[in-house]
T-cell receptor, first 110, second 114 residues
């Protein structure tokens, strides 16, 4: 069964800290893995997409890595800011189904 | 110009009613989806359509019926609404089957059944 898990479930850090969010998927036959951000009561904003053949993608202060064989991806956020506070979701793409993790709720304190 | 748009944004209705949520994408994608986000914020796929054909139909009560009149639209009709149907429903689209396929999501429809 295709399942995605994320740890930690919640994280609270002071502003300026670097942090790592973890995502694991049970079926490694993914097309790609996508990281999203969801603000309370809002939709999903795509942050980064890593193709199955890639190891890493970067966008600004965000860096996502992928280890397909071990079924893991990490999202690294550098120099966190209060505006980064949101829920971060990873989704494994299996062709015509994006399987989501439960999310990590991040709070960055000023 | 919104890539994936769904209407309405909020829907409050009584138990037993029938309601529809509409979704349209202007990205030229061949695959559209409906996801349900429950009170615990977990996103789970309900349906996936590719070129107007049903591809994935997860364990969803048959009170939920998707309709795809064309590639750009995937509507969700719900019969005999129950309290447990209260959730946020997201429509999404992608060009399926490629490594750089990215999913685009609508803003969600918050359904409240009273």
């Amino acid at each position: 069964k295709q399942e995605v898990t994320q740890i930690p479930a919640a994280l609270s850090v002071p502003e300026g800290e670097n942090l790592v969010l973890n995502c694991s998927f049970t079926d490694s036959a993914i097309y790609n893995l996508q990281w999203f951000r969801q603000d309370p009561g809002k939709g999903l904003t795509s942050l980064l997409l890593i193709q199955s053949s890639q190891r890493e993608q970067t966008s600004g202060r965000l860096n996502a890595s992928l280890d397909k064989s071990s079924g893991r991806s990490t999202l690294y956020i550098a120099a966190s800011q209060p505006g980064d506070s949101a829920t971060y979701l990873c989704a494994a793409n299996y062709g015509q189904n994006f399987v989501f993790g439960p999310g990590t709720r991040l709070s960055v304190l000023p | 110009d919104t890539a994936v748009s769904q209407t309405p944004k909020y829907l409050v209705t009584q138990m037993g009613n029938d309601k529809s949520i509409k979704c349209e994408q202007n990205l030229g994608h061949d695959t559209m989806y409906w996801y349900k986000q429950d009170s615990k914020k977990f996103l789970k796929i309900m349906f996936s359509y590719n070129n107007k054909e049903l591809i994935i139909n997860e364990t969803v009560p048959n009170r939920f019926s998707p309709k795809s009149p064309d590639k750009a639209h995937l509507n969700l009709h719900i019969n005999s609404l129950e309290l447990g149907d209260s959730a946020v429903y997201f429509c999404a689209s992608s060009q399926a089957g490629t490594m750089n396929t990215e999913a685009f999501f609508g803003q969600g429809t918050r359904l409240t059944v009273v």
